[in-house]
């Protein structure tokens, strides 16, 4: 049995990339000596597939399909042969592998960035000011020493050299900045945190008192503003740090956090399967507990009134 078909070939899907919400894709797989083609797709999270029947012409068997946003996937069977993903992906009898396929719904595009230069700050590296933010409780590295990423004792790397990185730092770099003709500013994590680099956030309502205070930051976004540079933070709502006033996994917050007691008005925003030590996270990366992404009471935490996203808009933030 002849098997043609590359999914990077627009002869053989239409759209070599991601679809669009409702776009026909159209698939062509040459299948020598077969009678009967089907396509099944499967939508994530759903066991059953969806099935197409061919248009047949000779050895070429063609379909057409259009799909709602999501993610999907998608293999082949001609008279009861299954046809996968093979090396190199092209398609091959008896692989069990699907092929996967996105689909997105086309948005419109924010024209306050159209056009402009976005420059990504990671504010523990980008600069510091003297004077300026809380080092408490934090190893502190020189500015220009070289930075750690050796694991500890327990075999794990654990992000905790600092070197001082804030708000004001930021601020002093503003002309330099605006001479590279950036436009606005993407900052990686400031909320408070265990880490550098902040992405286990531990409290959504504070912003780490190593890079300053909310005036710092208040001051920060106002100074971007006058020189006609917008600012967008990186909110990390996806998951937030074991360590934190939400997960508490250590007790240093001294919180009613979901790893401590089920009873605690955050457990449900988390998926447990073997309580406390087993949970969902970020590429199984522990010390990221995800965020159950149906979770009303997260979402309302996060974007409802009096919430995270209310806080820092109220700051000036632009996104």
Same mark, same amino acid.
């Given at each position: 049995?002849?098997?043609?078909?590359?999914?990077?070939?627009?002869?053989?899907?239409?759209?070599?990339?991601?679809?669009?919400?409702?776009?026909?894709?159209?698939?062509?797989?040459?299948?020598?000596?077969?009678?009967?083609?089907?396509?099944?797709? /499967?939508?994530? *999270?759903?066991? +059953?597939?969806?099935?197409?029947?061919?248009?047949?012409?000779? @050895?070429?068997?063609?379909? $057409? !399909?259009?799909?709602?946003?999501?993610?999907?996937?998608?293999?082949?069977?001609?008279?009861?042969?299954?046809?996968?993903?093979?090396?190199?992906?092209?398609?091959?009898?008896?692989?069990?592998?699907?092929?996967?396929?996105?689909?997105?719904?086309?948005?419109?595009?924010?024209?306050?960035?159209?056009?402009?230069?976005?420059?990504?700050?990671?504010?523990?590296?980008?600069?510091?000011?003297?004077?300026?933010?809380?080092?408490?409780?934090?190893?502190?590295?020189?500015?220009?020493?070289?930075?750690?990423?050796?694991?500890?004792?327990?075999?794990?790397?654990?992000?905790?050299? /600092?070197?001082? *990185?804030?708000? +004001?730092?930021?601020?002093?770099?503003?002309?330099?900045?605006? @001479?590279?003709?950036?436009? $606005? !500013?993407?900052?990686?994590?400031?909320?408070?945190?265990?880490?550098?680099?902040?992405?286990?956030?531990?409290?959504?309502?504070?912003?780490?008192?190593?890079?300053?205070?909310?005036?710092?930051?208040?001051?920060?976004?106002?100074?971007?503003?006058?020189?006609?540079?917008?600012?967008?933070?990186?909110?990390?709502?996806?998951?937030?740090?074991?360590?934190?006033?939400?997960?508490?996994?250590?007790?240093?917050?001294?919180?009613?956090?979901?790893?401590?007691?089920?009873?605690?008005?955050?457990?449900?925003?988390?998926?447990?399967?073997?309580?406390?030590?087993?949970?969902?996270?970020?590429?199984?990366?522990?010390?990221?507990?995800?965020?159950?992404?149906?979770?009303?009471?997260?979402?309302?935490?996060?974007?409802?009134?009096?919430?995270?996203?209310?806080?820092?808009?109220?700051?000036?933030?632009?996104?």
């Amino acid at each position: 049995m002849l098997i043609l078909y590359d999914p990077l070939d627009e002869n053989c899907k239409s759209v070599t990339g991601a679809a669009e919400e409702n776009e026909p894709i159209r698939f062509c797989i040459r299948i020598s000596g077969a009678e009967n083609c089907v396509l099944l797709v /499967f939508k994530d *999270g759903i066991s +059953e597939p969806t099935e197409y029947r061919a248009e047949r012409s000779s @050895d070429f068997f063609r379909f $057409s !399909v259009s799909l709602k946003r999501g993610l999907y996937f998608y293999r082949f069977v001609a008279d009861g042969t299954v046809i996968g993903r093979g090396k190199g992906g092209l398609a091959t009898a008896y692989s069990q592998e699907k092929y996967q396929l996105t689909v997105y719904k086309k948005e419109p595009f924010p024209t306050t960035f159209y056009g402009g230069i976005m420059y990504q700050i990671f504010p523990d590296r980008f600069s510091r000011a003297e004077g300026f933010g809380d080092a408490s409780g934090r190893k502190m590295k020189k500015w220009g020493d070289t930075p750690d990423y050796l694991p500890d004792e327990n075999g794990k790397i654990t992000n905790d050299d /600092f070197f001082g *990185g804030n708000f +004001e730092g930021i601020r002093r770099k503003i002309g330099y900045l605006k @001479d590279l003709g950036v436009t $606005s !500013v993407y900052l990686n994590p400031v909320f408070k945190a265990r880490s550098n680099h902040r992405y286990d956030t531990g409290d959504y309502f504070s912003v780490d008192p190593l890079l300053g205070s909310e005036e710092d930051f208040k001051r920060l976004v106002g100074s971007f503003h006058e020189n006609g540079i917008s600012v967008v933070l990186d909110g990390v709502f996806n998951h937030t740090g074991d360590d934190s006033v939400y997960f508490d996994k250590y007790g240093n917050y001294g919180s009613f956090g979901a790893y401590r007691s089920k009873s605690s008005r955050y457990y449900k925003w988390y998926s447990f399967t073997d309580y406390p030590d087993k949970y969902a996270s970020w590429w199984g990366i522990e010390t990221l507990p995800s965020v159950r992404k149906d979770c009303a009471d997260f979402h309302e935490f996060i974007a409802g009134d009096g919430g995270a996203l209310e806080k820092y808009l109220s700051f000036g933030i632009d996104g």
